[in-house]
């Protein structure tokens, strides 16, 4: 059986799932910047940010799509449940451990953290549908502990680059990360344009965070480079980023897009170093390669498995 997808629609859904990685390291370090050059609470920052990605992607689902296209997830309870699920699990808990991640800690750790998400949709098929992982898995997971102590210790076990309590959200980050790839599939998949999944996603975690901290009340000081840092973070780390990985899904199997996840900590890194004055030691470095490699094999893996399955 030839695959579903052909070398030049897997070419553009490679490109755009790069180009995906990219916004979300731009992101990572400019919600460093919001976090700790401008202390913004986690909560208004997190109200403002869903509000206004979700609004503006409504507006333009209904502006293109028509009422009709827009409302379609709404067909069935089973639609319901599993926009709940993406919405509350996957986008209001991944936006909410990665800001106080890096809050507590810095963007590039974070970023390589939430990095490790394909080893826990691996985990989540081995304990919720009995799939055993492959021999490359565990070796990818292996790789993936020794690249994140380095990156994280500096290769001395006494002590961390961030807090503990960063590591601990950072690892919540990188699961709820797993989920926000695994739930939306059977929304796409139905038909539904990526553009209302997220712009109703977006909507209901927006729910969720205004209920705690409407970001009208109590908002921070207003300046030009809140309003600015801010409406980067909703274009390009919310709205340009989430919506062009669900794009790119229509064009490539989803285990070459995660792939191209590994541009996401080269690009938080090189940023971090270059704007924020983060210094990184030859061992870090060593350690964020060694979880790019790792992931890598991982998904490499996989795709050569699918190719080998359709074969017959």
């Known amino acids: 059986m030839q695959s579903e997808f052909s070398n ?24 460093q910047f919001i976090s700790q050059n401008l202390t913004i609470p986690a909560a208004w920052f997190l109200s403002m940010r869903t509000f206004g990605a979700g609004v503006t992607l409504l507006l333009i689902s209904f502006l293109f799509y028509g009422p009709k296209k827009t409302l379609g997830v709404f067909k069935n309870w089973k639609s319901v449940g599993i926009l709940l699920a993406y919405a509350l699990i996957g986008l209001a808990a991944n936006m909410g451990s990665f800001y106080v991640s890096i809050q507590t800690g810095n963007a590039s750790a974070t970023t390589i953290l939430q990095y490790l998400a394909p080893l826990f949709v691996v985990a989540g098929a081995f304990f919720f549908k009995h799939i055993r992982p492959l021999r490359s898995d565990l070796i990818s997971f ?39 790839v695994v739930f939306p599939r059977p929304l796409i998949a139905a038909g539904n344009p990526p553009f209302v999944v997220l712009g109703w996603g977006t909507l209901i975690a927006s729910i969720g965070f205004n209920t705690n901290h409407p970001f009208w009340h109590n908002h921070p000081t207003v300046s030009w480079q809140l309003v600015v ?23 490539a199997p989803s285990d070459v897009v995660s792939i191209m996840d590994a541009v996401q900590p080269i690009v ?13 030691t030859w061992i870090e470095t060593l350690g964020v390669i060694i979880v790019i490699v790792a992931i890598y094999i991982l998904q490499n893996s996989r795709q050569k498995l699918e190719k080998n399955a359709k074969t017959f």
Do not use: E
């Open 8 to 31: 030049t629609t897997v070419i553009k859904g490679i490109t755009l799932s790069a180009l995906a990685s990219t916004f979300w390291g731009i992101s990572g370090v400019v919600t």
């Open 142 to 180: 292996l790789l993936c502990l020794v690249g994140v102590f380095f990156a994280l210790t500096k290769g001395d076990m006494t002590q961390l680059v961030i807090p503990m309590d960063s590591l601990i959200w950072g690892l919540i980050s990188a699961v709820t990360a797993a989920c926000y």
């Open 229 to 251: 840092a801010v409406a980067a973070v909703i274009l390009i780390g919310t709205i340009m980023s989430f919506s062009t990985l669900l794009y790119s899904l229509r064009f």
């Open 268 to 280: 938080t890194s090189v940023l971090s170093v270059v704007f924020l004055g983060l210094h990184m």
